[in-house]
Antibody, heavy 121, light 110 residues
Framework: QLQLQESGPGLVKPSETLSLTCTVS??????????WGWIRQPPGKGLEWIGS???????YYNPSLKSRVTISVDTSKNQFSLKLSSVTAADTAVYYC?????????????WGQGTLVTVSS | QSALTQPASVSGSPGQSITISCTGT?????????VSWYQQHPGKAPKLMIY???KRPSGVSNRFSGSKSGNTASLTISGLQAEDEADYYC??????????FGTGTKVTVL
């Protein structure tokens, strides 16, 4: 059973870059079975899909965030990462990493616990 | 890519059935049988309840069922229980390897 854990700064200044890492255990991030994704949830609001990455390095982004988002994978550490540039208060949210599989219709069946990132000076 | 539309809230008494709708467009819900549903309790990560419109992951109660007609997907909870009180989100494939979530529905057990 996969386990995912987000890590990174809980406070980021406006205009700077938000950087988070998701560490995967219980499976290989290099597996061709999985896509690795990031989803966020502003306080009191709904879920927003940010993007995902395949083990090959292929990336897929939400069109509304595409110009600011970079997702990458580090197979040596069994981790994948999120970078969101030029952040504003609107990027304050709980950020979740999650995994999806073709066998489950690309739905997100394993999730990290989430990490709150606040954008404030 | 706009969020899928869900009712803000749905309520029901214990034992009753409720249905949550999820309305998209012909570019997402209407074009693909890749709709999933998630349950989220306060302060917790979402939990997958339904995938590919109507399939249940192992361990999810058969009181949860999903369906789709045209651009609208639905989640039905039968035999409503207190533990079902939570927020529910739909999610659909939207083409070009992108996904879109619904606006979310708060389910209250009266």
């Amino acid at each position: 059973q996969l386990q995912l854990q987000e890590s990174g700064p809980g406070l980021v200044k406006p205009s700077e870059t938000l950087s988070l890492t998701c560490t995967v255990s219980g499976g290989s991030i290099s597996s061709s079975s999985y896509y690795w994704g990031w989803i966020r949830q502003p306080p009191g609001k709904g879920l927003e899909w940010i993007g995902s990455i395949y083990y090959s390095g292929s990336t897929y982004y939400n069109p509304s965030l595409k110009s600011r988002v970079t997702i990458s994978v580090d197979t040596s550490k069994n981790q994948f990462s999120l970078k969101l540039s030029s952040v504003t208060a609107a990027d304050t949210a709980v950020y979740y990493c999650a995994s999806s599989r073709h066998e489950k219709g690309y739905s997100y069946d394993y999730w990290g616990q989430g990490t709150l990132v606040t954008v404030s000076s | 890519q706009s969020a899928l539309t869900q009712p803000a809230s749905v309520s029901g008494s214990p034992g009753q059935s409720i249905t949550i709708s999820c309305t998209g467009t012909s570019s997402d819900v209407g074009s693909y049988n890749l709709v999933s549903w998630y349950q989220q309790h306060p302060g917790k990560a979402p939990k997958l309840m339904i995938y590919e419109v109507s399939k249940r992951p192992s361990g999810v109660s058969n009181r949860f069922s999903g369906s789709k007609s045209g651009n609208t997907a639905s989640l039905t909870i039968s035999g409503l229980q207190a533990e079902d009180e939570a927020d529910y989100y739909c999610c659909s494939y939207a083409g070009s390897s992108t996904f879109v979530f619904g606006t979310g529905t708060k389910v209250t057990v009266l």
